[in-house]
């Protein structure tokens, strides 16, 4: 069982900037993918972001140059820098791991308890 908690969520104003961080209860190498999903009021949970095993990320066509991914093993701790907030990007950013926990190729998936991102315009 991955047990996972995001923080370092808050109110920002417009073109602010914000540090997520998502502490995972296992060596983060042992994950296949760590990534970032939000969920603004009304909508659907999206992607914002991954990172694989390998190191190589992906990023939503709507955050892309604004939003980095990483992670930091010495710590088991993968981050979200924000930079330049819109008030679009209000909304709850949930944690999720995911790992393949057989040949057959089942993925066990975690999910953290979201830490709300408000941006005032």
């Known amino acids: 069982q991955v047990q996972l908690a995001e923080s370092g969520g808050g109110l920002v104003q417009a073109g602010g900037s914000l540090r997520l961080s998502c502490a995972v209860s296992?060596?983060?190498?042992?994950?296949?993918?760590m990534s970032w999903y939000r969920q603004a009021p009304g909508r659907q949970r999206e992607l914002v972001a991954l990172i694989r095993n390998s190191g190589s990320t992906n990023y939503a066509d709507t955050v892309r140059g604004r939003f980095s991914i990483s992670r930091d093993g010495t710590k088991n701790t993968m981050y979200l820098q924000i930079n330049s907030l819109k008030p679009e990007d209000t909304a709850v950013y949930y944690c999720?791991?995911?790992?393949?926990?057989?040949?057959?190729?089942?993925?066990?998936?975690?999910w953290g308890q979201g830490t709300q991102v408000t941006v005032s315009s």
């Open positions: 296992r060596n983060i190498f042992n994950i296949d993918v």
């Open positions: 999720n791991a995911e790992k393949v926990v057989n040949v057959e190729g089942t993925k066990a998936t975690h």
